[in-house]
């Protein structure tokens, strides 16, 4: 089976897609196939990042990461639907994160 890229799909192509990877999720979920859910979860916010712009999210800014309260990061670079950047954690190392993990920080960007 050909699957088109994220990258390749309209906008109403990836909300159906989004929508399908939850309903498998919740599946694997509830059959306890913990890593299928993960999986199946990793790939619906990757899809998200895609309903997005990318130059809505600014370099040098810091973003709240979606389900770790508290933790800021903040972009380095773009390169795609990923941002490129370091958690406010000491030695924390350069990591990409997708862009719909990041919501706009109430804290001042630096």
Known sequence: MLTKRYSMMTEHELRMEIAS???QAKKAEQLGMVNEYAVLE???VLAKSYLLN???FVVNERYELEGD???LFQIEYMNGVFAWGRRNVDNSKEEGIPISLLKKS???SI
């Open 21 to 23: 990877l939850n309903d």
């Open 42 to 44: 990793r790939k619906a």
């Open 54 to 56: 990318p130059a809505d």
């Open 69 to 71: 309260p508290g933790v």
């Open 106 to 108: 109430k804290r001042e």
